[in-house]
């Protein structure tokens, strides 16, 4: 099996392909579970399969979201045919808006109820997309890209998987999908199709990684039902349901549940509100008369006879499921409420959802996840899953995407179980170039796939150093030092100004270390370094060597010396 981590190799002397050469570019889903973005490239023009985001880790205070890197491809926009979105989670399509700041013709390609989410997406940036619906069995072509369509179950409708014909190889791209048997709107993943595809030949197998290393085969959604009915059959009060705003099955469920129950629903937060009403407007939402009402209507009914739906799953501290545990929020919590947490924990994000799960309990709500009850399933194929598409399949080469390494490195495994030769798997991370050269393929260099974050609406305003600064002021504070000093001698002239914030030091600690910073000023000075740049630069690594080896820790030192 063959590896890559590199990622500065050939960033700046790559060159194009080949003439005949069909080379792929994964910016983004490769070694994460977000920002999925793939870029095909083909005798000069280029195809875009996704273009998501990234939620931010406890890590990265501050930020919104993290996007693709689009610098490879930030001077050849004009040699993009169109972008194809595999389904409307924000992973796959909240990158999108970004991308089409920098050329907003760009044509969108996907299904009807995709192109409805990224089309009201767009509509606060205000980008009018030009768009291209297909569906499951179309086949069109993509400019210079023979793009062909099947219908794949996930934990929203519409999902595509895309096979992509060029004469230097063929792509086939799952998108996210599992292979549920009963789904709940009877549409399963067209596995005639992916047969199909692999009578043809499949050069390179793109397939979804995110449940490669569990075992058997994913839940089913109506399977989560009976656990459903049971909250809404026990629960005395109010009942609260958080999920994804794009989880139109879940959402299914619960109003279903409702309605049998003799319980009104309300949804809460702005995405939520905007996604169910599309989701219902063409059809893929089922809403019985009389069941959905305005949440502030809500509010005025018995506490037994309501439903509230909103976000934040995943622990978001904006989202409203956070607020309400904060009690910050006008819908509040109280002994007899249940929470029910109707979605899956994305890696990374487990602390921050445990995290409101125990503050909701502390306000005397009942909270029920995947952890005591079994009210979610995976959107993700699982191994046994993935096999059985490995073997119907019978690609030439294997490419792992979206996934953390470990999941990438599971699909590998099954691949090469299934088959396929060791060095035709590659498992590689973000920025990798890979061209198919006589069926076979092969990493030919590497270009910048960094993450880019989005800030207050301003993209790559944050680097690794501000975090990195931020990180420190969350941990150990920030000390101000203001210091007057005879620019002559290096002498402090008045006593110095400690200005601490998050820091633990006394006044009387401070004192202790005016004579350390007054001798290496002297020292300074001395030795004809009065700079003031130099003098600041020399308290600072007084101050922070003084905590560092006194208190063990790392505030962020801001010295400040003035000209007696």
Known sequence: MARNRSSSRNKKSLSRPDKGVLRIMPLGGLGEVGRNMAVLEFDGRLLVIDCGVLFPDPDQPGIDVILPDFAPIADRLDEIDGIVLTHGHED???GVPYLLQL???????????TLALITAKLQEYRIKPVTQMVAEGDRIKVGSFDCEFAAVNHSIPDGLAVFVRTPGGTVLHTGDFKMDQFPLDDRITDLRAFARFGEEGVDVFMVDSTNAEVPGFTTGERDLGPAIAEVFRTSPKRIIVSSFASHVHRIQQVIDAAHEHGRKVAFVGRSMVRNMGIARDLGYLQIPEGVLIDHRDLMKMPDNKTVLVCTGSQGEPMAALARIAKNDHQIKVG????VLLASSLIPGNESSI???????????????????AKVHTSGHASAGELAYCHNIIEPRNVLPVHGEWRHLDAQATIAKKTGVPEENVLVVRDGAVIDVIKGQIKVVGQVSARLVFVEGGQVDAVNDETLAERRALAEDGVVTILLFIDPKTGKIVEDPEYISKGALPSDEEFEELTPKIQKALHTAVQAGRTDQNDLETEVARTVTNWFRRGRRTSPVVIPVVVDA
């Open 92 to 94: 796959h399509i909240g």
């Open 103 to 113: 050329r907003p013709d760009i044509p969108l390609v996907g299904s009807q109820l």
């Open 335 to 338: 002994p007899g409420d249940t």
């Open 354 to 372: 445990y995290g409101i799960i125990n503050q909701l309990a502390e306000l005397g709500a009942n909270v029920v996840h995947k952890g005591n």
